[in-house]
């Protein structure tokens, strides 16, 4: 399902003399439908980065990375747009919203973007809410007024409200109590038993051994740290 | 009359005027441009139609001016001097007997035949100028017929007064192409401006000609669910008993005492002359005793 | 899927000055453009010959219309190009009065493009209106109000609507939520994303504010001195930008 070739990247920083910093060469992953990959590595060795890179917000400097039939090195961003609303999805660990939307808008959002009728869309995000323990008097507010932990399930429940085929989680049971961790944790797991492919960057590492299929240590390609 | 040239305007600029009015004649309802000329009078005063009666008139022409409908006002009662000293033409207070009627504000109650020619001051012409003060834009919409804005300005009257409150100056299409300004006329006259003469326009301030052949349609503007209505006062004058004129409402004491009568003063002397009489009238003889 | 819009090599030039050159760019429906760029960059003058209401010297712009597909907006003649003004285009000013008929009440604005296509049913014309002002969240008892009894977000939500009422495909907005408050401007894209959604609208946006055309945009272009200098996915130029400019542009905005 997620196909990483041999993908490099750098940074230049044309404010700052022009410095370039490789962050990635050589990078080669596949991840199967159903199945579930960590990306570890040390604290600045580019997990988040390939992330970004599969999601098509950092671009590629050489290399191929398909998800599904499409490469998203070489894509156009319509494509790109297409992608991530039907095929690829993406919790991050921050929530980014349009101040004064609803929660329940935000969570719905994913689904409408994609067709769906407005009640379905609701009806839809009110389950995901209730099962990450949303208390219903918060559903009608903006969730950029919420605490850590509510935000980064509202990100959760918005990235699951859609049945994308690839899911790539960054950090998704940080700052969570055991009750909702729990939670996540099953969602994930019902995913994957879907045939989703996830890619996750977990540094709760009970959870990454329970929910992931195998490891993949990005150290490895990091330019300067790799052993 | 030596001291004049005929009808006061050299015979070019009439030439000018007349290739005006030709070409409005040509393109019913279409704003001509012309070189308007100094009057002896101020503008506002009917420079416009002064310019385009100077230029059809002709010496066997008989000439009658009405202001608001009437022959005796200090305006109308100028104009025809003015013509009779500077062309020498018969002059006449019977719309019947005239040849070229100028006019501020109304139209003869009684039809005009096609032989005669009927010609208005104009005070703006450009109907659309209410809502766009741009003379550019407002050409560049008649020339490719937008003309929403028209609309607009009804849907305001509706929207504040429950109807279209514009009670004259009632903005028309002209044979199915240019939204025209008819001047300030009562919109009671707006049926009648599908006429046997010719309708002239002219103004002057504005330098503007444009014309109605006769016999062109003229519709006014309106809305589906809120049709042109040719409303007037709802009364019979008080003077000739008519109740299919456009009256003028009179306040005749400081009690609240008022009287209507008809707008057209020929008109209604011609019909006490005939022996109507209306409610607050005296029959003719005794009137003219 | 044919594009909405093909901009094809598009210069204009004042005197020897550099209005914008060499843009080019398709934009597919229901897509949304950022364009971004100090004062001066050339993204107004780009916005204006896109919308007809400046003729570039060189190029092509080629709009997707209903009846004869793709046309060159810039050699079609001028009534062509003003009816699509007021049917299939709509162009949301950064001044509400440059949009606005200011003596003329709201729903005679909203009115306005209805009647333009020859609507003469004052009751369904009052009734869009209506339903018009709702959808921008201005309540019907404002309707026969004069925009200049509007606040400002007022003003710029009545400016959608009646940009809006006759189902345009394609809307050009010039700093839309310039001059209004956070609050105010917050309310405002939330109301634009929904039309877009909505409608399927495309659009082109141009701002000098990054965080609407993040909230807004699918896709930026960043522009200087007249010349496009890097396009991509929005959040992608803005998370990985990689011309100086754009780096700087970035790394210029406060955080808060």
């Known amino acids: 399902m997620i196909s990483v070739e041999n993908v490099s990247k750098s940074f230049t920083l044309h404010n700052q003399g022009a410095a370039v910093i490789p962050v990635m060469a050589g990078a080669s992953l596949q991840v199967e439908a159903g199945e579930c990959v960590a990306l570890v590595g040390a604290s600045g060795a580019g997990k988040s980065t390939l992330m970004r890179m599969i999601y098509g917000n950092y671009l590629t400097a050489s290399g191929r990375i398909m998800v599904g039939d499409l490469d998203v090195v070489s894509a156009v961003p319509r494509q790109i747009i297409q992608l991530r609303r039907t095929t690829l999805g993406y919790v991050s660990q921050f929530l980014r919203v349009v101040p004064r939307v609803s929660t329940l808008d935000v969570v719905a959002e994913p689904l409408l973007a994609t067709g769906s009728d407005r009640d379905t869309a609701i009806a839809s995000a009110k389950v995901l809410l209730s099962r990450l323990n949303i208390p219903e008097r918060l559903w009608q507010l903006s969730p950029t007024t919420f605490s850590g932990g509510e935000q980064q399930r509202v990100n959760i429940a918005r990235g699951f409200a859609y049945p994308y085929p690839a899911l790539l989680l960054d950090e998704p049971t940080a700052s969570l109590d055991p009750t909702n961790r729990a939670t996540v944790l099953t969602m994930i797991e019902e995913a994957k038993a879907r045939g989703v492919a996830i890619i996750g960057i977990f540094h709760d590492h009970a959870a990454r051994d329970a929910i992931c299929d195998r490891q993949f240590d990005v150290t490895q390609f990091t330019p300067g740290l790799a052993a | 009359m030596t001291d004049y040239n005929f009808a006061y305007l050299d015979e070019q600029t009439k030439r000018m005027i007349r290739r005006a009015i030709l070409k409005g004649l040509a393109i019913p309802g279409y704003q001509v441009p012309f070189a308007s000329r100094e009057m002896p009078m101020p503008y506002g005063w009917g420079t416009g139609g002064v310019q385009v009666s100077a230029a059809v008139l002709t010496p066997d022409d008989t000439f009658k001016v009405i202001d608001q409908g009437a022959d005796d006002t200090t305006n109308a009662v100028s104009i025809r001097r003015f013509f009779q000293k500077t062309a020498g033409v018969k002059v006449t207070e019977a719309t019947e007997e005239a040849s070229v009627i100028q006019t501020r504000h109304r139209i003869p109650e009684q039809d005009l035949r096609d032989d005669q020619i009927l010609v208005y001051q104009v005070p703006i012409p450009e109907p659309l100028r209410f809502l766009e003060p741009s003379e550019v834009e407002t050409r560049k919409m008649h020339a490719l017929e937008e003309y929403g804005l028209m609309h607009v300005k009804l849907y305001e009257d509706i929207s504040q007064h429950g109807a279209i409150a514009t009670a004259y100056a009632y903005p028309v299409k002209v044979e199915g192409r240019y939204v025209m300004d008819p001047s300030p006329i009562p919109k009671f006259d707006n049926p009648k401006l599908e006429m046997a003469g010719i309708q002239l326009f002219g103004a002057g301030r504005e330098q503007r000609i444009y014309a109605i052949p006769p016999y062109t349609q003229v519709v006014s503007l309106d809305f589906d669910d809120y049709p042109f209505e040719a409303s007037k006062a709802d009364h019979a004058c008080d003077l000739c008993g008519a109740e299919d004129s456009y009256l003028d409402e009179l306040i005749v004491d400081d009690e609240g005492g008022r009287m209507f009568m008809c707008s057209d003063t020929d008109y209604c002397a011609g019909r006490r002359k005939q022996g109507h009489v209306g409610a607050q009238g005296v029959p003719y003889a005794e009137d003219a005793a | ?256």
Not at chain 3, 89 to 106: E, K, T, Y
Not at chain 3, 236 to 248: E, F, G, I, K
Request: with cysteine.
């Open chain 3, 1 to 256: 899927m044919t594009p909405l819009l093909q901009v094809e090599d598009v210069a204009k030039f004042y005197g020897h000055r550099i209005g914008c050159t060499d843009v080019s760019f398709d934009l597919y429906p229901g897509e949304v453009m950022g364009i971004v760029g100090e004062s001066g960059s050339g993204k107004s003058t780009l916005l204006n010959c896109l919308a007809g209401h400046l003729t570039p010297d060189r190029g092509a712009v080629r709009f997707d219309t209903r009846a004869d597909g793709m046309r060159d907006t810039i050699t079609m003649s001028e009534p062509e190009r003003r009816m699509l003004s007021r049917t299939d285009w709509a162009f949301v000013h950064q001044h509400a009065r440059d949009g606005l008929r200011m003596n003329v009440s709201a729903g005679g604005n909203v009115g306005e493009r209805l009647m333009a296509v020859n609507a003469r049913h004052y009751g369904d014309i009052r009734d869009k209106a209506i339903d018009w002002l709702g959808r921008v969240e201005i309540t019907s008892d404002r309707i026969d109000d004069r925009p200049t009894q509007f606040s400002g977000g007022m003003q710029q939500r009545l400016q959608i609507a009646r940009n809006l009422v006759t189902g345009p495909r394609l809307v050009f907005m010039d700093e839309p939520t310039g001059g209004l408050d956070v609050s105010v401007q917050a309310r405002l894209l939330d109301l634009l994303r929904g039309l877009v959604r909505e409608m399927n609208l495309s659009a082109i946006i141009v701002t000098h504010d990054l965080a609407v055309v993040r909230l807004l945009a699918d896709r930026l272009m960043v522009m200087k001195d007249g010349h496009v200098i890097e396009t991509g996915l929005t959040d992608q130029v803005l998370d990985d930008p990689q011309h100086a400019y754009t780096q700087l542009l970035v790394s210029s905005v406060l955080q808060v």
